[in-house]
């Protein structure tokens, strides 16, 4: 029962930067998985970033390496995500979710037990 609620999105010139915060009920040091995703009307859902909460390894999909950086507080129980130079593409709905138990971090929606809300970021020029 881990619980997580998603917030920081809105409307953002392209160019500009944005970060997403995600407050998680249940922080599980070495075992759970903690990662972001993203959905556009009419797209699948795409894994953006992860992090192993056993070492605070990241991960994330080359093409968004450059301008994507996830975080972790764990005495503040939250989940961040920084995108950096936003383009039009970035637009969907921002999700976060975590996995457990968890031993290897991997950025397959299936894979992930809990999801938060969402909140919804626009990229406008």
């Known amino acids: 029962q881990v619980q997580l609620a998603e917030s920081g999105g809105g409307s953002v010139q392209a160019g500009g930067s944005l970060t997403l915060s995600c407050v998680i009920s249940?922080?599980?040091?070495?075992?759970?998985?903690l990662s972001w995703f993203r959905q556009a009307p009419g797209k699948e859902r795409e894994g953006v970033a992860g992090?192993?909460?056993?070492?605070?390894?990241?991960h994330y999909p080359t093409p968004l390496l450059a301008r994507f950086t996830i975080s972790l507080d764990n005495s503040k129980n939250t989940l961040y995500l920084q995108i950096k130079r936003l383009k039009s593409e970035d637009t969907a709905m921002y999700y976060c979710?975590?996995?457990?138990?968890?031993?290897?971090?991997?950025?397959?929606?299936?894979?992930?037990?809990?999801w938060g809300q969402g909140t919804q970021v626009t990229v406008s020029s």
């Open positions: 992090i192993f909460t056993a070492d605070n390894s990241a």
């Open positions: 979710a975590e996995a457990s138990p968890c031993y290897d971090l991997d950025l397959n929606a299936e894979d992930y037990n809990h």
């Open positions: 249940e922080i599980t040091v070495g075992r759970q998985c």
